[in-house]
């Protein structure tokens, strides 16, 4: 698949005020499709867009609005020292204290995922990493690491600090007893690898307990994660999701 795919038309930008308003339409959109998934869990859960201008800055849900309400107008921006500096709502503490360690520690990075999603939280609290038991689980073949640690709601960044060197250079971690985040180099790509891992969980949990899964052997994981888990299979997936949402909520992009 990957081969045929080239970069969209739509990724490539004349202003960089363009390119923020093409990020945040997809942020708003990923949240929308965080609550159409169920991923909510009361206040819990954030994404994240850098500002393509204010490197150290980022796009974010506002404290306390359903996923299920958010509007591009609606989107924060916070700077490096987790001041609100467009928006008259708070940020969540965890968002900015997980969230800008990810994003210093990535400048590669764009955006970033996470929510107690139920399977992701399900999974995590076993400890371990995801098995290639499918092709759509291949993505995170060797592509994952494992925060093996729980000590309580993230509000110091000396935590998120420690997320982010769990990290690493995958594209997602577990962050055991919690849940899962996800990074991209779009928004696109974070929203859908959350999206698939998440499943990802709920098909090796569902596997799991009927009998033992039979692992794709290690060398036609690795050849299937360079095909499912490209950054441009990721940003192409999204897509379809976009329009759906868009059709069906486009108050989003007020
Ligand atoms: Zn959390």
């Known amino acids: 698949m990957a081969e045929v795919l080239q970069l969209p038309k739509s990724m490539k930008f004349d202003s960089l005020d363009e390119e923020r308003l093409y990020r945040k339409q997809r942020l708003a959109a990923g949240f929308r499709l965080f609550s159409k998934f169920g991923f909510d869990e009361g ?8 500002d393509p201008e204010r490197l150290d800055h980022f796009w974010v849900n506002p404290f306390g609005t359903h996923f299920g309400h958010i509007r591009v ?3 924060l921006l916070v700077n490096d020292k987790g001041d609100v500096v467009v928006g008259d709502k708070p940020v969540n503490t965890a968002a900015f204290a997980i969230h800008s360690q990810v ?21 995590s609290a076993l400890g371990r990493l995801l098995d290639p038991i499918t092709q759509d689980a291949c993505a995170f073949y060797q592509d994952h690491g494992l925060f093996d640690d729980y000590t309580g709601v993230v509000i110091d960044v000396e935590e998120g600090k420690r ?12 962050l055991r007893n919690h ?29 799991s307990s009927v009998a033992t899964p039979v692992n ?10 360079g095909q499912v888990g490209s950054n441009l299979a990721g940003y192409f997936s999204f897509q379809p ?11 989003l992009l007020d």
Not at 163 to 174: C, Q, S, T
Not at 216 to 225: F, G, N, R, S, V
């Open 43 to 50: 206040i819990a859960g954030h994404i994240t867009a850098r």
């Open 73 to 75: 107008s609606d989107l």
């Open 103 to 123: 994003h210093a520690a990535r400048p590669d990075v764009i955006a970033a995922g996470h929510a107690h999603s139920i399977y992701g939280k399900s999974w």
């Open 163 to 174: 997320i982010a060197h769990a990290l690493g250079e995958y594209k997602a971690v577990i």
């Open 179 to 207: 849940g899962l985040l996800t990074v991209g180099h779009s928004v696109d790509e974070a929203v859908w690898w959350f999206i698939t891992m998440e499943r990802s969980c709920q098909a090796q949990i569902l596997a």
């Open 216 to 225: 794709i052997d290690p060398e036609m994981a690795k050849l299937t994660a």
């Open 241 to 251: 999701l976009f329009d759906r949402i868009v059709r069906e909520q486009p108050d």
